[in-house]
């Protein structure tokens, strides 16, 4: 891999103050979560706030739906049928609600192709943490659909009302912040982060009393 510029690695050393900065004043450890949660989206230096291309040729990766719009077609054909079964039970509103849109290209295709099926929901509802790919999102949409803008809605949590509605998230998982334990034969541990002679750790700590309950829950 390349080395980052002067840029990039400023960036990374702000980062790291702040994370450092919430290890003390937590007592030493933040929660993998915490941390996994300032590193993609701590505002101006995380990886999907921080204002640098992601997606594409000039970015860091590459999806499907970057490549043709052939997947976001294929996903509309499919999601049409989920909502003519919903029309079928309850009422006409239907809705469709994507996680972590990216550069909102998925949202275009399968919009367009919705249209062109008769199937277009009453919303598309976009659940995106970063404000930057928020506006990539918008600009993505008037650029290249801009008459069902009206349509899209951007939400910064789940909605309450989840009735009628279709769910896409495409590699999505992988950018949410997860809480990551270990069930040993003593109790369960958690992954927590730290400094430790000036450098960045991480190390099983025995966790509290809310994830024992979280994993109750699992098992």
Not at 32 to 61: H, I, T, V, W
Request: proline share 5%; charged share 25%.
């Amino acid at each position: 891999m390349p080395s980052p510029d002067e840029e990039a690695k400023e960036r990374s050393e702000q980062l790291q103050r702040l994370i450092r900065s919430a290890c003390a004043d937590a007592g030493g450890w933040i929660p993998f979560s915490d941390y996994m949660n300032m590193a993609l989206y701590q505002p101006g230096l995380g990886y999907y706030s921080g204002g640098l291309q992601k997606f594409g040729e000039r970015g860091d990766f590459i999806t499907a739906p970057e490549v043709s719009p052939f997947f976001g077609q294929c996903l509309a054909n499919q999601i049409a049928e989920v909502f003519q079964n919903f029309r079928s039970d309850a009422d006409d509103s239907v809705s469709l609600l994507e996680f972590g849109a990216g550069s909102g290209i998925l949202a275009v295709d399968i919009l367009l192709a919705l249209e062109k099926l008769g199937e277009l929901p009453q919303r598309y509802m976009i659940l995106e943490l970063s404000a930057e790919l928020k506006q990539r999102q918008q600009d993505k949409i008037c650029d290249r659909a801009p008459h069902l803008l009206e349509r899209v809605v951007w939400l910064d949590q789940l909605p309450d009302d989840m009735s009628n509605v279709v769910v896409v998230a495409n590699e999505v998982l992988d950018a949410m912040p997860v809480t990551v334990f270990d069930i040993t034969g003593t109790g369960i541990d958690t992954l927590m982060i730290g400094f430790e002679h000036d450098q960045l750790v991480s190390r099983y700590l025995p966790a509290d009393a809310e994830i024992e309950d979280m994993v109750a829950q699992i098992q």
